[in-house]
Each structure stands twice: as C-alpha cells, then as structure tokens.
C-alpha cells in the first residue's frame, strides 16, 4: 500500500506539521482580522465566554490542531475541551467542544476556526466516502495537485484523516508525465529515457490515454502508468496484459471523471489506485455551528 506521503514528511506534533499550522492561522487572520475586529471591541474587554460547536450533519471531523490554533493566536489561555478525536466519525447534531475564553478573543477567532474545521472535515469525509466504496479491493485512494491555493498541504492531510493516500505533494516531489510532455518530448520512449536519466531516484509516472500507449510505456521500463479516462473493459485489459505481459511490474492507476457510483466499478477492474480530484476541488463545507452560551 501507498504510504501517505503527508505523514512522512509531516508526522502530526511534529516541528513541521506546527509550523504549517502556524503559518495556515497566520494567513488566515491576516486575512480576516487585519489591524482589528471592529464588532468584538463592542464587548466589554474583561468578559469571559463559554461557547461550543457542534455539527450539523454527519461528518468525518477534521482539523482540531488548526482550530485550537486559531483561538490560542487571539488568546493564549483559552480551555478547550474536545468531545471528539481527529478522524472520528461524528453525527448530526453531536457536540463537538467546549471552550472557555476571552469573549472579544472568541468571537474574533470563531469564522479563522470555523472555516479550517468545515474544510478541512470536508475533504476527510469525502476521502472516507470514497474508501468504504472500494473497501475489500486492493484499489487505494489518492488525491490529485487539484487543491486550494495556499492550502495544499492542509487539504491533503485532511485526505489522509479520511484514509487516502496521497498524490506528488507537489511538482518538485516526483515526476508525473503527462500528454503535453509527451508531446514536447516527441514520443512516451523519449520522455520516459530522459527522465530515468535525469532523476533516476524519483519516483516516476507517465499517463496512457489508450492500450497502445500502455504498451509502449511498459516496453519503455515504465514501473506506475496513469491510466487517463479509460473504459471499464480497457481497465481489465490493461490489468491483464500488465499482469500476463510484465508480470504485474507497474502499478495501474485509475484517473478521470471518477465519482462515488463509479469508484467501486473501477476498483474491481483490478487498478492499484484511483487518484480522484474532487476529493479537494469538489467540496462543500461541512455545516458547523460555534454558539456563545
């Protein structure tokens, strides 16, 4: 199985994985609070609050690091007492947490908190919906470089919390040859020779938009073939002729106009992977709700 490759270079708790989130919550209440929150300085400066949040609907929770993050920026000794865990299946109406803080503080952190929680949960539950559709095969999930700008590695650990794996984190992590490439080079034997001399401890993909081109690709050396909206019955063949012709050698990847009534059909043909990218650039917020009691 593909090791998610967030998680390799940003281990949760880590330096790395702080550093992210600091520099997420940074932008973020830039962003939105700028020199001051006009509305909050409405509210006596020494009031203290209590507030929770709870979800609307049923969801996939993600995100906690980020939200603890964005009240403790605006206010450092603010209690928080989560009633769920990172990756938890959560229902409709469920209280999710308990905070206790600065009122002003609260209520100038809540939209910064909120919209990582309702991103980020987004993208984890999509991801799990897209896992339990191909659950029993050996096809696993991944995400594609389809992202919110500035928010890349945010949205691809969130695909991580909802059991996928994760695609190049972005260009300089490998290299995924492509038709315009293919093109320019002048043949998939040209492209795939000049990659295998210039980076050959990459890791290396090519796309194949035909059977022919699959051939070509795997008498070339190629070890992971994109598969780019093939058919169900060329999915099978493909598996097939790696399997029959190159003893399995290359890892098949499904890709392209994938959705959940398809996932498991593609799954069964017997692909190693389905790289989908509307686990990223296809969401809605999940409906989250913080309250001043």
């Not at 932008?27 to 400066?45: H, N, Y």
């Not at 040859?177 to 034997?189: P, Q, R, T």
């Not at 980076?199 to 050396?221: F, R, T, W």
Request: with cysteine.
């Amino acid at each position: 199985m593909l090791t998610p490759l967030f998680t390799q270079h940003y281990p949760r708790g880590s330096d790395a994985f702080n550093a992210l989130i600091e520099q997420d919550i940074r932008q973020a209440l830039e962003e939105d609070v700028c020199k001051s929150d006009l509305t909050a300085m409405l509210i006596p400066a020494a009031n203290i609050a209590q507030a929770t949040i709870i979800t609307r609907e049923d969801a996939v929770i993600c995100g906690i690091d980020w939200a603890n993050a964005c009240f403790r920026a605006i206010d450092a000794d603010v209690k928080i007492k989560w009633l769920v865990n990172e990756g938890e299946k959560i229902a409709a109406n469920q209280l999710l947490c308990e905070i206790t803080g600065n009122a002003r503080a609260l209520l100038t952190a809540e939209r910064c908190a909120l919209n990582f929680l309702q991103l980020m949960s987004a993208v984890a539950t999509q991801t799990h919906q897209f896992v339990m559709a191909v659950s029993g095969t050996k096809a696993q999930i991944l995400d594609t470089r389809k992202t919110i700008p500035g928010l890349r590695l945010t949205q691809k650990y969130a695909v991580t919390v909802g059991g996928g794996a994760n695609q190049r984190l972005c260009l300089y992590d490998g290299i995924l040859i492509k038709e315009n490439h293919i093109a320019a080079a002048g043949s998939i034997s040209a492209a795939l020779e000049q990659a295998f001399k210039a980076h050959p401890n990459v890791s290396m993909q090519i796309e194949v938009e035909d059977l022919d081109q699959l051939k070509q690709a795997l008498d070339a050396g190629a070890t992971s073939i994109l598969l780019d909206n093939f058919g169900l019955l060329d999915m099978k063949k493909a598996v097939q002729f790696n399997e029959e012709h190159f003893a399995g050698r290359a890892l098949l990847e499904a890709s392209g106009g994938v959705d959940l009534s398809s996932a498991r059909a593609i799954a069964l043909t017997g692909v190693n992977r389905i790289s989908i990218g509307s686990l990223t650039k296809h969401i809605r917020a999940i409906d989250l709700s913080l309250r001043i009691k």
